[in-house]
Structure formats: C-alpha cells, structure tokens
C-alpha cells in the first residue's frame, strides 16, 4: 500500500519512535516533538538521559488497546498529536504499564477525547460518503468517485471500511488531504491534486433523492436534533442534501394545516401507536419475545401453558424438561407419563386440566451429550412470574395443584417444603385454593419405597383437586 503524500502516517511515526523508546529517552529531553519526519537519531542524542533501565528493541510490547488509540491519535488534525502519542508510551512503558485504565490522568483523559473525536469523524465519513459514477474515456473501465471533507486525517483509517464494503467496485474517495484508490486488488494513496475536478452528478442521482423523500418522515422532521446528526458542513457534497429544506417546508405546511382543521388532538393521539398495539397478539404468544432473564438463550423456545381455557383445575410444574423444550408442549417427557397415570387413578382426564410450568424456559447444563435438568433460581421465578400469572387470570380455575417447591414459590411465595406445605390451606392472591404435592420428577427419582409413597400422595391431591373443583362449581 502506498504512502500518502498527504496526511503524514502512524506508521512512519511508529518507525521514528521507536529508537528512541528502546533508549529510554525522555520526553522532556526531546528537542522536539517526535512527529513522523522526525530524525530519531539526533532527537535520541539530543535527549541525553534515559530511563534507568531502558528497554532493548525486541521488548517494546504494548497491548492491543493502546495501539489501537495510538493509531486514532495519529489521525487528529493538531500537531500536539505527536507529543502526546509520545509521552503515553514512554508512561506505559517505564512508569505505569496500566496507565490507559487511569481516567482521570491528564495525558490519558486529553487522550481520550480526541480519540472520541477521531471516532466521529469516521463514523461521518461512513455515513456521509456518496459515491458517483464515473465514465471512463477511452476504454478504460468505469468507477466511482466520491469527495469527502473531513475534520481529522482519517483518509486511511476510513478507507478501510470501504474497500470491507465494496471490494468489487472500482472507487476512489478524495478529501484535501489526499485520495484513496481501490483497484479491485489493492488500496492505494495518491496525492489530492489529481483529483480536483470530480463529477458532480450521475444517472443514479434522481433515483437515490427520489428514495430520500420516499423514507423522509416530513411530519416528525427534528431540524434541531437532524444537523446535530448530520451537520451542515457535510451537506454539500451530499445529493439529497437540496431535499432537506423543502422537506422541511412541507413538514411545517402539514402540521399547520392539521392544527388549522381542529385535529390536532386526536393526531396528537399516537393512532398508528395504537393500532400496533391491538394487533399484537395475546399474552400466551408474547411469550416468545420474553427477555426478562437469562434462560431464553439456551433454551430452544418458551413453553405456555395448555388446556381447557376454562379447566376448574390447573395444574403448575417447575419448568419444561428436554423434550418439552423441544417440542414446545409442557409435560410431555417421562415426568408426563407419571403425571397422566396418577390422574387417571383420581379419575381426571388430562383434557380437562390446564397445565402449565411456573418458568416457560427449559434450564439445564451440558453433561455429555446430553442436556440436564438445572433448578430454576429465585430470579428467574421471580421474572417469569408475570406470564403465570397471566394464564390463571385468563384461565380463572377454581383451585390451582403446585407441583414441587418451585410452583408452590411462584404462586404464593412459600419456601417451605412439600411435605409441610400438604398440611398447610393455602391461598393464591385472588383467593383460588393452592393444593401442594409432590412433581412427578421426584417420584422417578425417589427410591423403590419412597417413590410409592409420593405416588400415592400425588393422587391423593389430585382427588381433592377434583373434589375442591366440583363443590365450587355446584356453589
């Protein structure tokens, strides 16, 4: 890649540093600032002392971070760049190694700002460069051309981004400072001066503005908030750059004449707001967007609740196992088959119940190849709380079984055990009866003995379900 013969380049400065760096020479005793036509020689003999120590050439390590602003204060338009890039590397080197984490130092803070203000500047010159064709004579091929009047010298750094962009256009992108030429190949840097005249229009040009008023809000136009985005000493090398004042124009024309019909209120209304939010679809299917903890990004989907929209009885599990996650169906694992059994010795069907989990994300860690089951925290009850309780206002049964401590914790916020929590009458917030039993995950796990007796308490409590159900709807 070409010098340019412009802006003078980090790494011309890199090379012309670094001599004086490996002797340790001090800022102070510099007899000028080590700008990149610099003679590191003399500037080195010139400076006399070192830093005790010094530092051998081949140990001039600095990390990624510090490189990184190094090559943004290069690029800031004002001669003290060179001094400063200076002074922070020997600081690094031989008094602070961690000095760029002190933000309130003064190199460092002073550092920081103009690196924020090479930052904007490339972000524009991203944004704000429009490319024009332009016909070749003679054969050759044709290209692009655009002009770009930068704050900083940041012709190198934002070409970059261009030649990422457009790797199979031909361009050029000139600024006072010089131009970048991309080839298909290569980026190179020619000096400005071949490039004064430029084309000031192409054949896509009404296109790109016709577009530009297409997408332009006119009535939401900010001007205020608009030239802070987008400043005026940009617009002129910008096409749609003479769509902005009669955009403008029209704007105001239209808001002075929904004022002067007397709609202005109901304008002011947020209609389309509204509509949006009628369209959205039930809670159950909002579900799916829930962001409210972590457990939506192992999970493969969320899992709501299913059943009669008007069960007398909902039952609620932990949280949806393997294969629920898979199949976005709760309770249709191993666990499910222990559950479908004991409801069928209650005398309950299955169709009659609405079933559902206290958190809708399966979480669980890898143990080979497979995926186990990990207790959800109180965190995540707590953030997915919401969506039960959505489903027992919806659903309004007439007495809610918990399944396990998690369920019991969700719907009323109890940390006592299962065992204690049987003996106990319990009460959702909106009165419904809760009955507390074990999951039937605990039974598969249980030993031979332990797991009859928690079979038989889980039927027990599914029969009261019914019973409970059955006496308040005759009531």
């Known amino acids: 890649m070409a010098e340019p013969s412009g802006p003078l380049s980090f790494e011309s400065w890199r090379d012309t540093v670094r001599p004086l760096l490996a002797a340790g020479t001090r800022p102070d005793r510099l007899s000028s600032p080590p700008g990149p036509n610099a003679e590191s020689s003399d500037a080195a003999s010139e400076g006399g002392a070192t830093a005790a120590g010094g530092a051998e050439r081949g140990t001039l390590r600095f990390p990624r971070p510090m490189m990184a602003l190094l090559e943004n204060l290069a690029c800031f338009r004002h001669e003290s760049r060179w001094e400063l890039m200076y002074r922070l590397c020997w600081r690094a080197l031989f008094e602070n190694p961690r000095l760029l984490e002190d933000a309130a130092d003064t190199d460092v803070a002073h550092a920081n700002s103009m690196d924020r203000a090479v930052r904007r500047d490339l972000h524009k010159m991203h944004a704000f460069v429009r490319f024009r064709e332009a016909i070749a004579r003679g054969g050759e091929a044709s290209g692009y051309f655009a002009w770009f009047e930068p704050q900083h010298e940041i012709l190198r750094q934002g070409a970059r981004f261009f030649a990422r962009r457009f790797p199979n256009m031909r361009w050029t992108i000139a600024t006072p400072d010089g131009a970048a030429v991309w080839d298909l190949n290569s980026l190179q840097f020619v000096p400005a001066q071949a490039y004064r005249e430029r084309p000031r229009q192409d054949a896509h040009e009404d296109l790109w503005r016709t577009y530009y008023r297409s997408i332009c809000n006119v009535a939401r136009l900010n001007p205020v908030a608009m030239q802070r985005e987008m400043p005026q000493r940009y617009w002129r090398n910008l ?136 207790r959800p925290g109180a965190g995540e009850i707590r953030a997915c709380n919401i969506w039960l309780q959505a489903e027992i206002e919806d659903v309004k049964p007439r007495v809610i079984v918990a399944l396990g401590a998690t369920a019991l914790s969700a719907l009323c916020g109890l940390t006592e055990s299962i065992e204690t929590a049987t003996r106990m009458e319990l009460h959702h917030p909106n009165g419904t009866r809760i009955l507390a039993t074990y999951h039937p995950a605990a039974i598969l796990r249980a030993p031979d003995g332990r797991g009859e007796t928690l079979r038989a308490a889980l039927i027990r409590t599914l029969q009261l379900a019914a019973e409970f159900a059955a006496a308040r709807r005759d009531s």
């Open 239 to 374: 096409p749609e750059a003479a769509d902005i004042a009669p955009l403008l124009r029209e704007g105001q024309a239209r808001f002075a004449a929904r004022r002067q019909q007397g709609d202005h209120e109901r304008f002011s209304a947020a209609k389309a707001v509204q509509r949006s939010l009628q369209s959205l679809p039930p809670t159950p299917g909002g579900l799916q967007a829930c962001r409210a903890c972590d457990l939506w990004k192992q999970a493969t989907q969320a899992v709501a609740g299913r059943g009669s929209e008007r069960a007398g009885i909902m039952v609620v599990g932990e949280q949806p196992g393997d294969e629920e996650d898979l199949r976005g169906v709760p309770f249709v694992g191993p666990a499910a088959k222990v559950l479908h059994e004991a409801l069928a010795a209650a005398g309950l069907r299955a169709d009659e119940l609405f079933v559902t989990n206290a958190v809708k994300h399966f979480k669980w860690e890898p143990r080979g190849r497979r995926r186990l089951h990990k």
